[in-house]
T-cell receptor, first 114, second 112 residues
Framework: EADIYQTPRYLVIGTGKKITLECSQT?????MYWYQQDPGMELHLIHY???????EKGDLSSESTVSRIRTEHFPLTLESARPSHTSQYLC?????????????FGPGTRLTVL | SQQGEEDPQALSIQEGENATMNCSYK?????LQWYRQNSGRGLVHLIL?????REKHSGRLRVTLDTSKKSSSLLITASRAADTASYFC????????????FGTGTQLKVEL
């Protein structure tokens, strides 16, 4: 079982609210990722980080923002939630020093915006 | 368009049968990985095959890779009801900065 945690697991919130999805890992991994996944669909990379103070946008455009102030912590923030943000958000991490990029996933946060 | 596309989209088999899933991709890769996702959960890494490998085994899993056809297959032998899940291939594209691109997934249902 991977040591990567996400909170909350489920969140139902009204339009216009600011939300932060938490992700933390205890494996000391430099690389962290956020994916968005609609039910039964593929994962889309929305943000990634190669280390502290490093953040990049992924392949899928997202209105969310991320920060990486500590190695173990990679929170995702939506300033003003909208129904179109309803989805599952998955956080993952991997070890920069390894030659292969095996990613370890958290359990996900299922977000519903009313 | 997606780097990885999988077929079939869904597969239903009886316990004890073998399950085969296929993945096609578009660009040159460093490696290809298979992940499993139980409903509503995160993904779990199953197996990785490098671009210079053609076949790899892990327990009841067998993965093949054909870089000339840009395709891979995952075989689960002697399936069990607990194998019911979605299975995704993910490619680490050459020059892609070690980011993974996930396929569309195959939903496998193993019935008793």
């Amino acid at each position: 079982e991977a040591d990567i945690y996400q909170t909350p697991r489920y969140l139902v919130i009204g339009t216009g609210k600011k939300i932060t999805l938490e992700c933390s890992q205890t494996m000391g991994h430099d690389k962290m990722y956020w994916y968005q996944q609609d039910p039964g669909m593929e994962l889309h990379l929305i943000h990634y980080s190669y280390g502290v103070n490093s953040t990049e946008k992924g392949d899928l455009s997202s209105e969310s923002t991320v920060s990486r102030i500590r190695t173990e912590h990679f929170p995702l923030t939506l300033e003003s939630a909208r129904p179109s943000h309803t989805s599952q958000y998955l956080c993952a991490s991997s070890d920069w020093d390894r030659a292969t990029d095996t990613q370890y996933f958290g359990p996900g946060t299922r977000l519903t915006v009313l | 368009s997606q780097q990885g596309e999988e077929d079939p989209q869904a597969l239903s088999i009886q316990e004890g049968e073998n399950a085969t899933m296929n993945c096609s991709y578009k660009t040159s890769i460093n490696n290809l990985q298979w992940y499993r996702q139980n409903s509503g959960r995160g993904l779990v890494h199953l197996i990785l095959i490098r671009s210079n490998e053609r076949e790899k085994h892990s327990g009841r899993l067998r993965v093949t890779l054909d870089t000339s056809k840009k395709s891979s297959s995952l075989l689960i032998t002697a399936s069990r009801a607990a194998d019911t899940a979605s299975y995704f291939c993910a490619t680490d594209a050459r020059g892609g900065g070690n980011k993974l691109t996930f396929g569309t997934g195959t939903q496998l249902k193993v019935e008793l």
